[in-house]
């Protein structure tokens, strides 16, 4: 459906609504010495009237921030530090003028950058992100999220340093617009879909367990499909019995709600004779059986799905027959998938690694067997592959329905639409999506749109239902509040809570922040501080821990580069990358819930993991066997661990999957950690250069590059800092040398450009925190662009001084320093 008038006021709001809430300004940098520079080696040769290159710089003007100009210093930038200019006949300048230069020019670059980029310390009138429009909609309308994400179809949201919600990068696009009107009509749909209270049904699997195409004959041959099998871990790159589908079950559940599941299951061959060059699995391990979501419309229910969130698991018990009872949520047309959560990695490869390393353990009848087809074969009817095995499937539901639905009772308020109350609905509707008291003007416009669909032949409840539609797409939705009026420099009360709730549930506030904007009394300072203690320990701050860290940390980023699967093999067979985002949010929750020192993600001797990251980090005896998935609260003995240097989120989201770079993680440290980001370097630079013929280490290549004096500018800040993580590989597992002989030995040791010198991670984690305030600014500098939608700018400086001053005394905890930034002045004003 199209709203051909919705459309257009939306686009002339998405104009007005691309500027700042007010004016910036600028300050002047002093430019002679570098044009001096230009004027004595480069204008020569780059007039106006023969522009050598077609590279004119006579008319270059330092005043003139357009990206032009910009471009045309770059470009002399990056020929200075190259070295390629002036060329080798014409004068040459000393290395301290050629330094000089590229200094002075990167300070005048820099310059206009921020003021093309600035929004003068204002905020810019945004959107919502991607996950904010997600998690929105779900709680404005009661949508269970878990299997649903209307966002699947939006154009990714533009990054400014790692945060997705930066008001002058998320531009609005004609192609987002049809998207924004798509998911709201599928949004409404869903959420009114039933008309009537569901039956509960119930389906019974029992045999026939007919799985994916390259296991029907091995099965059949086998025990003619009497079980559903699981043999491996379900991010196999070739999985083969990873996802055990129903595949009678073919249209999934016809509603959405709560279902139980019941599976009479076994785990098989834990004591498997087969060595672990055979079979990739840990067997100190209990068997682990996790359900997961597929969507039957897909039509593919045996390979990894868009999404699939595990939604139960549970211990398998060796060799005894046992009902495992769960209770989950399904949407309409999605089936439980049945996963062997830490199974097998590589099971298709397993099945020829048996005839090669344990053929006598078969009959001799199949002994001569050769390819992937008849080894297969043999190996499932005769072999001991550690496996789960399901005998039968009972499914019911919905169950525990509620009837009016949720959603019903929120947008009819009961169980179906009365349309004498349409016009108090749409009000009410359109003051909890606007997060503010909707207008006169804004709700008559509404009621035309319902009374106009119904005079087009529609019924009162599709008119109802196409309003909604109408306000999901309405600006005022989309975007969030701006001031009372231009003259005032603070946000409205409700302006406040919705500020307040997307920096720390990243949704729409909820009815207790709502009712203290419409009483005024939100602005003061202790019942801020109350809503923030009060937000950050319910679980909707849980949002906010992992957003928060997906943007400080870019942990959005892992898995963009995923590791070698061949070097890397556990990542993949025990899913590392949720785990190791998961342990890093822990380990924050922990901190705003102790309302410990943020000072603790640089000198913190634990972490929380389960025993997966146990094992990669060598403390699995810390971790019982039994309790495998849990996560647990582990301290450190190797003084390389701890604090966020050591944890396997940063190391791996700092590395590109195959191998390690210092100078990579030497620019994230300088970014996320210390707060003074280097420029980035020359477009043209190869990726070791100038030249390090001669160099056999990393370190001694480094050496080489940073003997040009151009170079060294900035590799003597980055360098220090990477060597120090250089002894953890690309997945954070420890490490002695880069070669398995350990011939190439790994030093970790480095001098800070002010003369200090430390031996590794442990001792570079002290040289940090003798700069704690670095640190500490950093933090605060994060979490102020992850709450006000902007950049944090110089003319920020005294205020974000003034946060951290609230704290320093107390050593800066961290739900404290939280609670200091929503009772600044720089929170509560546009």
Known sequence: MRWSNVYSLFISFTLLFAIPWGGGNGSAVAVEPAFAFLENYCIECHTADDPGGEREFETLDFANTHLDTQIKLQEIIDQLTLGSMPPEDADQPSDVERVGAIEQLTGVLESMRAKTSSTGGQSVLRRLSRREYRNTVGDLLAIDMTMFDPTMEFPADNLSHHFDNIGDTLVTSGHLLEKYLDAADHCVEKSLALTQPPKTQEWVYQDDFVQQPELNRAHRLAFNYKHLVLYDHPLNEKPEGAYGHLHRFADGVPVDGMYEVKVLAEALHRDTPYNKRTTFIDLDEPFRMGIRPGDTSLGDMVHTQPIQP???????????????????????????????????HDVRGAYTRVFRNHVDTLPASVRDGKGIVACRNAVIKYGQLPQIRIH??????PVDVQWPTQSQQRLLGGASFAEENASELIREFASRAYRRPATAEEVAGLVRLYESRIRSGGSPFQAYKDTLKAALCSPAFLYFSPPDSAATNELSQHGLAERLSYFLTSSMPDDRLRRLADEGRLDEPQTLRDETKRILGSRASDAFVADFLDSWLNLRALGSMPPDPKASREYYAAGLEPEMKQETQLFLRDLIDRNASVLSFLNANYSFVNRDLAKLYGVEDQVPVDEAADFHRVVFRDKRRGGLLGQASVLTVSANGIETSPVVRGVWLLENVVGTPTPPPPDDVPTLDPDVRGAKSIREQLVRHSESAACNLCH?????????????????RVRQSYDARGKQTIDTSGVLPGGETFSGPAELRQRLLERKEFFVRTVTNRLLSHALGRRIEASDRRAVDAIIG?????????????????????????
């Open 392 to 397: 039968e499937v009972r499914i019911r539901g």
């Open 806 to 830: 609230q704290v320093r005394a107390d050593d800066y905890p961290t739900a404290d320093l939280i609670a200091a930034i929503v009772t600044s002045d720089l929170f509560q004003q546009r």
């Open 310 to 344: 595990k939604l139960a698991e549970a211990v398998i018990d060796d060799d005894e027959l046992k009902w495992y009872t769960f209770k989950i949520p399904l949407d309409r047309g999605f089936a439980p998938r049945f996963t062997f959560e830490n199974g097998q």
């Open 716 to 732: 003597r800040k980055i360098d220090p800092l990477g060597f120090a993580l250089e002894g953890f590989d690309p997945i954070g």
